[in-house]
């Protein structure tokens, strides 16, 4: 019986997705940083969730901000990469994420030599959530 009430229920499941190549895709300036990222919230349609790839160059760094509401997952996706965390400025290994809650202040950094890429995803999916960190 729990077999077909499971099958009832995924027939009735959208079918549809999105996909997108990031290597190739827009990047967008971001207006507090100058960082460049990609967008994936609008490129796949996202409406539980506020995921972006961000691509710093040497010498690059996000703003230093909290959320008010959203925890964000962040993942290494090519560094060795770096990032502050409160007053704590960690290197972390590329393929391994963190989570952190809305309240603590972070910092993606690149002050080594080379390109840093992170997907980093924010939920819920609240728009303008960040708020500058006073230094």
């Not at 099958?7 to 009735?12: F, I, K, N, T, Y």
């Not at 971001?30 to 040497?58: Q, Y």
């Given at each position: 019986?729990?077999?077909?009430?499971?099958?009832?229920?995924?027939?009735?499941?959208?079918?549809?997705?999105?996909?997108?190549?990031?290597?190739?895709?827009?990047?967008?300036?971001?207006?507090?940083?100058?960082?460049?990222?990609?967008?994936?919230?609008?490129?796949?349609?996202?409406?539980?969730?506020?995921?972006?790839?961000?691509?710093?160059?040497?010498?690059?760094?996000?703003?230093?901000?909290?959320?008010?509401?959203?925890?964000?997952?962040y993942y290494v996706l090519s560094g060795p990469a770096r990032i502050r965390i409160g007053e704590e400025i960690h290197d972390i290994p590329e393929e391994t994420a963190l989570r952190i809650p809305p309240e603590t202040p972070r910092q993606i950094i690149n002050d080594t030599d080379d390109d840093h890429r992170w997907l980093v995803v924010g939920a819920p999916a609240v728009e303008n959530d960040g708020e500058l960190v006073e230094e």
């Amino acid at each position: 019986m729990m077999y077909l009430a499971l099958a009832v229920e995924q027939r009735h499941m959208p079918a549809i997705y999105s996909t997108i190549d990031v290597e190739t895709a827009e990047r967008t300036q971001s207006s507090s940083s100058g960082t460049n990222h990609v967008d994936l919230v609008s490129e796949l349609g996202c409406t539980e969730m506020r995921p972006r790839v961000w691509d710093l160059s040497p010498g690059d760094a996000m703003s230093y901000h909290r959320q008010r509401e959203q925890e964000e997952f962040y993942y290494v996706l090519s560094g060795p990469a770096r990032i502050r965390i409160g007053e704590e400025i960690h290197d972390i290994p590329e393929e391994t994420a963190l989570r952190i809650p809305p309240e603590t202040p972070r910092q993606i950094i690149n002050d080594t030599d080379d390109d840093h890429r992170w997907l980093v995803v924010g939920a819920p999916a609240v728009e303008n959530d960040g708020e500058l960190v006073e230094e």
